[in-house]
């Protein structure tokens, strides 16, 4: 007995290495999910983030085919990174609108100005209410919204070109 | 040049991340009502932040722990109870976003280990004082 025992600080030891390797390999997820997926949207009604557009209420978001809601602001370096791959689905079709979070009309409009406007409806949502209440924890996230109004999918961080096929795959999955 | 792009990249990343409105009214403003402000305290020092994972909502500085504060007081303004603020919060980030975990089947060794460990600890220095003596 006593003969092992003396390896006992050397498993330790290697235990550790394995446990440090494997989380330098595999960091931990720290992305904090909505739980509202599977959820019906929350009921809100926002008023428009910017002039020419109109604003977002729930009821926008039950219309009988899915949508993308996007969260995002003008503010949002990451939400520059994804504007043309909006754009993109906007142009396979997909119906998109967006919630701008602490955001200005002045400056929501030199935003899509600038970056393409992809977005149908767009609320304002001055003190995060829409996206406390959405379970979204930062900007940009990204929604998928089914016809009857129920949450389907959410994307954490910006769009990459990698995750176009799979939100268009989750799209037609909630139609 | 490089070098001033770099310093430039140094100061306008900063700026960019936080957004030019004000804080919400009641982020950092308390409640009339000492006795209703000591509650929203309360919870709020058992929120956590979602952007810095780790703060509570009371100490973070974020915009999102802001209008989370403000949130929090003003459903305890309007006669909510903590508990009902915390569940309608838990509905939507999970167990994460509070700091008092639920006492259920997953989080019970979490609550027992503490007893666990009391009693191991009695039970060896009792062991201890029954060779001395």
């Known amino acids: 007995m006593s003969r092992y025992l003396r390896f006992v600080p050397l498993a330790v030891l290697l235990l550790f290495v394995v446990v440090v390797a494997w989380r330098l390999v595999m960091p931990e997820d720290t992305k904090v999910r909505s739980q509202m997926t599977g959820q019906p949207v929350p009921t809100f009604a926002l008023a428009p983030a910017t002039n020419g557009i109109p604003g977002l209420s729930s009821k926008d978001l039950a219309t009988g085919q899915p949508r993308l809601v996007n969260v995002f602001a003008s503010w949002c370096v990451p939400c520059i990174a994804e504007a043309p791959l909006l754009m993109e689905l906007k142009r396979q079709g997909v119906p998109i609108d967006a919630v701008a979070v602490r955001d200005k009309p002045a400056d929501v409009a030199e935003f899509l100005g600038r970056h393409g406007n992809p977005f149908e409806r767009i609320g304002a949502d001055d003190e995060s209410r829409v996206q406390i209440a959405l379970g979204s924890s930062g900007v940009p996230e990204t929604f998928i919204v089914d016809g009857r109004g129920v949450i389907r999918y959410q994307h954490m961080g910006p769009i990459e070109p990698g995750d176009v096929p799979a939100l268009l795959g989750e799209w037609e999955k909630a139609r | ?133």
């Open chain 2, 1 to 133: 040049m490089r070098c001033w792009l770099l310093a430039l990249a140094l100061l306008a990343a900063p700026v960019l991340a936080d957004s030019d409105l004000p804080s919400a009214r009641w982020a950092n403003e308390q409640l009339p009502d000492p006795r209703q402000e000591a509650a929203a305290k309360a919870l709020m020092e058992e929120l956590r932040c979602l952007v810095c994972q780790g703060q509570s909502i009371a100490d973070s500085d974020a915009e999102l722990a802001g209008d989370m504060r403000a949130l929090v007081r003003q459903r305890i303004a309007a006669g909510e109870k903590p508990e009902a603020v915390r569940a309608w919060l838990t509905e939507r980030y999970g167990d994460w976003v509070s700091y008092r975990p639920p006492v259920e089947p997953l989080t019970w060794p979490l609550w027992i280990m503490p007893l666990l460990l009391l009693g191991a600890g009695a039970l060896l220095l009792r062991k201890r004082f029954r060779r001395r003596g």
